[in-house]
């Protein structure tokens, strides 16, 4: 994943590592909906939650991940990015926030509400993930579903995400190999501190 000063990647490699995950959270959710039996549905809450919450934690880490991949690639104000293939389409901002819409109201309702009524507990999810999941939602609206983004000049960072000097960056642009390479991108929940 070398980048030099003239052109970044838009994707440093997360895609192959999601590719599966993504959109999954509501697959599994739809799919646990259509069992018609309430008795059927309490004998599947548990083993649906595992696999939701292993989705959730893969999507969580991946727009982490862009978040600090914007972080990163800011420096390089002049360069061109290769391989945004949303540049020149058109979607509204509720096409572009529909899938973190609904991954917020996951943790925020579905899951709480669900865990209450088929397990009689409340459900907890990582105390990162709505942080990251809200940051992540202002990344898209702040760039319009990166449809006009061509340079990095055009991307613009979310304000309560931290400045970083260059040693920070440095440790994610590591941090990101690394992950990358060893097909692991929930290890980026380490830099959470660096911009939060």
Known sequence: MENNIENVKFDPGYAPIVLNALGQVGYNYYIFSAIPNVKLKKMNFPHTLRKIEGFLKTNVAFYLGCLLWASYIKQFENAQIEGNKLLGET???????????????TITKELPRDCKYYLGKNYECDEKYLPILEAYKQFLILNEGFVNCSKVSQIVIP????????????LINEKINKAIEEKEIEQL???FDLIF
Do not use: A, P, V
């Open 159 to 170: 304000e309560n995400l931290k400045k970083l000097n260059n040693k920070q960056l440095n």
């Open 91 to 105: 979607c509204s901002e509720e096409e572009y926030t529909s899938e973190i819409n609904f991954l917020i109201d």
């Open 189 to 191: 929940f380490e830099c």
